[in-house]
């Protein structure tokens, strides 16, 4: 009889045993407070708003004032006149292209040339051409980009 009192014992303890194990809720992993000695994370980038400038006109000339403006519009020069395309803007930018090209009739290029726009409101840029034994006599054109997308072509004639 003690003998199996010992087996009764001992299978109440492993039923008990097994009970226990069955219904043990799973442990959550424990994630440790950031120490003072972490860096904290970095925030997320925060992107700047585009900017938007747009041009607004282009002029040529024969003469620019003091604010690069061209003075009197013209659209016939002389063969050694300097011919200033002044490219008016309006709006922010932070490191736009602005691009020139001037083209002979043929489609030869005379001229490239860019320029680089930092600026929070109108604006001008100016551009030119000349050649000290004169230009050519024929049509041209002057081709102004902004980003690389055309801003505008305006033909002008060398008589």
Known sequence: MK????????????VGTVAL????????????PPSAMEPA???APVEAAPLTINVTGVTLGNAVDAEQKVTTAA???????????????????NGATLASKWTFQDGQTVSEETKTLNTTGPGV???SISKPDGLPAGKYKFE????????????????
């Open 3 to 14: 003998q199996n009192r010992i087996t009764y014992a001992l299978a109440a303890a492993l």
């Open 21 to 32: 194990v069955g219904c043990k809720k799973k442990e959550e992993p424990v994630v440790a």
């Open 125 to 127: 840029a100016t551009f």
């Open 75 to 93: 659209t016939t020069f002389a063969p050694k006149e300097t011919i200033y395309a002044s490219v008016a803007t309006d709006g922010a930018a």
């Open 144 to 159: 102004a980009t902004l980003n690389g997308t055309s801003a505008g072509v305006t033909e002008f004639e060398v008589k």
């Open 41 to 43: 994370p970095a925030p």
